[in-house]
């Protein structure tokens, strides 16, 4: 199934993504509601029947559990395709995050923000990109993967 092919490709996809992408390949424009809501369906029963997950906007594979496995971050495609901001889950935010601080062993939170969003593949850092690259780092915090100590952000020990 077409909706299956993609999951395994591009999984964690933001639905909308996904959405497109099916419509692409039967050669339409844009999804438009009726489309978004036949893929909607799709993706709920392969999430009920155990071979996607839903977490949010993002379906993610059945294999992969977002709130502990490593996610690799991924950049620009081969082409130098950029997915929006929003089409980046949270985690992948917080993975990309957590790769700079074990690079540079600890940063201000500012320049961990920065960093992230350019190993994610943006050039502009952008108060857009603050926020969900932000979303990523109290992923981090949260999960206990790193300390913030005045203002600076390191590994946990």
């Given at each position: 199934?077409?909706?299956?092919?993609?999951?395994?490709?591009?999984?964690?996809?933001?639905?909308?993504?996904?959405?497109?992408?099916?419509?692409?390949?039967?050669?339409?424009?844009?999804?438009?509601?009726?489309?978004?809501?036949?893929?909607?369906?799709?993706?709920?029963?392969?999430?009920?029947?155990?071979?996607?997950?839903?977490?949010?906007?993002?379906?993610?594979g059945a294999n992969v559990d977002p709130n502990?496995?490593?996610?690799?971050?991924?950049?620009?495609?081969?082409?130098?395709?950029m997915r929006a901001p929003e089409h980046i889950?949270?985690?992948?935010?917080?993975?990309?995050?957590?790769?700079?601080?074990?690079?540079?062993?600890?940063?201000?939170?500012?320049?961990?923000?920065?960093q992230t969003a350019i190993l994610l593949g943006?050039?502009?850092?952008?108060?857009?990109?603050?926020?969900?690259?932000?979303?990523?780092?109290?992923?981090?915090?949260?999960?206990?993967?790193?300390?913030?100590?005045?203002?600076?952000?390191?590994?946990?020990?």
């Amino acid at each position: 199934m077409l909706v299956n092919r993609i999951i395994a490709a591009e999984a964690p996809i933001h639905f909308d993504a996904l959405s497109q992408r099916v419509v692409l390949c039967y050669r339409l424009t844009r999804p438009g509601t009726r489309s978004a809501q036949v893929v909607g369906q799709v993706v709920s029963e392969a999430a009920s029947e155990g071979r996607c997950k839903l977490v949010g906007e993002f379906v993610w594979g059945a294999n992969v559990d977002p709130n502990r496995d490593f996610i690799v971050p991924r950049g620009p495609t081969i082409k130098g395709e950029m997915r929006a901001p929003e089409h980046i889950p949270p985690e992948e935010w917080a993975a990309a995050a957590g790769l700079v601080i074990q690079q540079a062993i600890g940063l201000p939170r500012e320049e961990l923000l920065k960093q992230t969003a350019i190993l994610l593949g943006f050039c502009r850092f952008t108060p857009k990109l603050r926020s969900w690259a932000d979303a990523g780092v109290t992923i981090l915090l949260k999960r206990g993967l790193a300390a913030e100590r005045n203002g600076n952000v390191t590994v946990s020990s």
